[in-house]
């Protein structure tokens, strides 16, 4: 029988888990539905609801709850349900505590109008009409940090913050490995002659494109019954419950590669939310357990699937049908190097998954010397600048496709937003592998348009658990071992040695 | 300058506010775009939403500010935006704080249980399904007026929640006078020949119907850019702030009046709703004052505007363009002949304007019945029947078209759900006779397919207050007496004297 304080707590940490998804479906309103007029109302909808939410996560009944339930826990498996939920909460707890609900409402305040600046201001590429906001979100960003004094590095609070148990150093270390191996494979690959992308940048109609998508997404096991597919300025997938996980996306009629891969991207991370356990729902436990594991599933999905042979042997004859007078002409072969085309460029979301890394380390690296104050707002561009250079050779030539290309120093704090991205490529390399060893037949299956058994791989294995274990108690627990680069690099060098003839 | 109490209590009062809104917009989102899976977690969360909204308006905080205003209010007219402001608060905090928080979760949940039964055992025409939850819902709703002690009858509680100054005995009163005059009207038009209304029973395609119904809620004033229009299966229209009022509509491919007539009366709320001062976000004051007076506004667009010949003089021809195949041959005549087509009918929504009132009389009757325990709900079906036989001559062949056809006891609470109908039609008269006095050029403005005078006008008189005065201190002001059936029945006896040519 639960214990009747084990029942209190649910109550208490479903109040403030409902506050989170009303503030989830406010923002999804937001960026899909609502009207121009909306803007202003909407702004502080959402600071009066996260202020709420902060105050109920941090209601000291909580605290006192825990700790009356901790010989309870004790008396448990590490891994059963009760002790998780236990120690996830107090893990979240202890974090929210330290943090004043006043101060989140100011944030998200300063966020929303941050947000609409940066809005306004990138097409007109006037940075300097963001500066002084960015400067705010930066001092925002170091107040958030002092908030868990004794910090190793000023970036740890934030980074912490979504990937638990690591820190600045421990990312750098990681990223500078990753740097040693990938830098010698970029520069082999751009000694070579460039793959011809002209195939996926003729005029695809929309609702060719949302129909042969939203097919995609539903074929690999995204459930409509669950979620819905809607455009979006910057797509981003929402979980209000693990019965409604929504996904949104963009299209451009000149670049057919934008849409569909996103659309993919988001629905890999959907696929995680839907499948967490849905006795989880309203607990701490009932979502994804890190940014970098989220990444992990949205790239495995969207790159060492969706970018593979394997896949498109099933979906390619599909997607010339859809698009005859595009594609009719073009073999698997040019679509698959098109596809995975290696460029040095400046757009992130554009980026292939070679260089991509590297966009990431400048941001990441970008972050920290903001926050240690060795860089200000005012340099950021140029800085920005110089290392596109320095690391991919070319000069972006104005800050659209600069410092100001990127929602999320505009839409959140400066500091712990970049580092996921890479950490999930470098994990979704080492869970593939994992069920590739279980599995060898996947890659077969794949070809017959059949993912089952990779998704219930990875139901079973990572998001059933939802939040019960760390990013790295996940990964030692499917990998043998924590986070480790060999795989990806494995994969990248193979994959891209085939493509390019290099070794 | 604004005391400093007044902007601490706009503080508390913003803040209950935008929980209420919060809880618009979810329920909004599950009427309109919510995947099936949803709906478990919806209804939780809108219960922890509905019971927070209760706690924070019902912060004593609130009553000891407003106590603390009591002198500033006094200094004031009667008017201003202030003391009006104070008004109100201290009105809705005196009712709020009678109803325990725990008993609104209770309320939500329970509603979200009973409309889930109902929207399943209705097309099963299962009333036996659903006839425990009404009882519970008669249970509540008796707990809910028993907070109000002292009431002359147990109807007065409710009735007055969205009927501040209404009773039981002066909407008794007032339906007898209208039923008295009613009656005859009726059977003299029952005793002419039917019209006929085939011309808008054909296959009239949904696109075209979206497109005309569209075009004609803009022409009439409704603000896209502070709105939009949805589809769903119950039509309604929402506020979540005077810039974002949204409506919402229903297509049947085989009737084209459903639609296109529900979507004037929503835009008429919405136009009520859109023309709030701006000034009044967040506050007591910003939305319509009651659900009569918004009646008044969605019955004045859909019928003594949509229904008229002036209105159809302009927009026919259009109707005839959108539907050539269907309409070309069809006169002006013939059509508003049909769209007024009087015959007593089974369905509400369906009704015509003058047996409409009979509808809602059966259901305020029964209502008052099941409260003073003088009916059961066990009896419910029968006592139903035998109202619309006695009443209107006909009896429902089962209780889908009979007793389960409207959400609102499903949805909400037994008492005060119907009354305001009834009400609003009475007003509508009223208020547009003042404003043909004032203007008197507003019929042949329609004719030009101009709405902008009689808007302007209701938005002077009517809308801009918002909240401010009652029902009734705005019909005073408004025509310079209270509610009065007459300018009403002078309608009906016009219009469908030379219809139906009796006299």
Redesign the interface.
Known sequence: MEPKKLTELKTLL??AN??D??VS??YW?QAT??????????G??LA??AR?HQQKSTNPKIGRLLDGLRSYEESLPFESDDASLIRVARRLYERAVKVPPAFMGRLYQHNAQTFQAWAEARPANDFARVAPYLEKTLDLSREYANFFPGYEHIADPLIEAVEYGMKATSVRTLFGELRRELTPLVHKIAAQPRADDSCLRKVFPISQQAAFGEAVARRIGY??????L?ITHHPFTIS??P??V?ITTRYSEAFLSDSLFSTIHEAGHALYEQGVNPAF??TPLGNGTSSGVHESQSRLWENQVGHSRHFWRYFYPQLQAAFPQQLADVPLEAFYSAINKVEPSLVRVDADEVTYNLHIMIRFDLELALLEGTLSIRELPEAWNARYQADLGITPPDDRLGVMQDAHWYDGMIGGAFQSYTIGNILSAQYLQAALRAHPEIPDEMEQGEFATLLGWLRKNLYQHGRKFTASELTERVTGRGIDIAPYMRYLREKYGELYKVE
Chains 1, 2 share one sequence.
């Open positions: 479903a109040e409902d506050l998804s009303a479906v406010l309103d539905f609502m009207p121009p007029g909306g803007g202003n109302a909407r502080r909808q009066t609801l709420l459930d409509f019954e669950r979620g819905r809607d209000f419950a019965g409604d929504r729902e309203a």
